[in-house]
C-alpha cells in the first residue's frame, strides 16, 4: 500500500507565490507517476499537472502553463509544484495522487489553497 500526503498549501495574495510537496512511502514499487488535482468549492475537481516517477515527461493544464511547474526528487519520492502568479481561481483543495499501472490512483488528503484578490 502506498500514502502520499501533501504539504504547502497556505494563504496567499494574487500575483503571490507556493510551493506544494507531496511525498510517497510504502510499497513505490512500480509506480508510473504522479500529478495533481485540484478542487474549488461547487466545482468538480479538475487536472492540473502531472510527471513521470522518473521526473520526465511533465504535462500541464493550459489553465496553468506559464506559471506551475513541477517536479519530483526521486531519492526522496517527492513531487513538488511549485506556483507562481497565483490567481484568484487557483482557489481551492490540491489533491496529490500516485499512479501505478493497472492499480487505482492512491489520493493524498489534500491540501487547501487560497489565493485572496
Known amino acids: 500500500q502506498v500514502q502520499v500526503v501533501e504539504s504547502g498549501g497556505g494563504l496567499v495574495q494574487a500575483g503571490g507565490s507556493l510551493r506544494l510537496s507531496c511525498a510517497a512511502s510504502?510499497?513505490?514499487?512500480?509506480?508510473?507517476?504522479m500529478g495533481w488535482f485540484r478542487q474549488a468549492p461547487g466545482k468538480e475537481r479538475e487536472f492540473v499537472a502531472r510527471?513521470?516517477?522518473?521526473?520526465?515527461?511533465?504535462d500541464y493544464a493550459d489553465s496553468v502553463k506559464g506559471r506551475f511547474t513541477i517536479s519530483k526528487d526521486e531519492s526522496k519520492n517527492t513531487m513538488y509544484l511549485q506556483m507562481n502568479s497565483l490567481k484568484p481561481e487557483d482557489t481551492g483543495v490540491y489533491l496529490c495522487?500516485?499512479?501505478?499501472?493497472?492499480?487505482?490512483?492512491?489520493w493524498g488528503q489534500g491540501t487547501q489553497v487560497t489565493v485572496s484578490s
Open positions: 495522487y500516485r499512479e501505478r499501472v493497472g492499480t487505482p490512483r492512491s
Open positions: 510527471v513521470d516517477w522518473n521526473g520526465g515527461n511533465p
Open positions: 510504502g510499497r513505490t514499487f512500480g509506480s508510473s507517476a
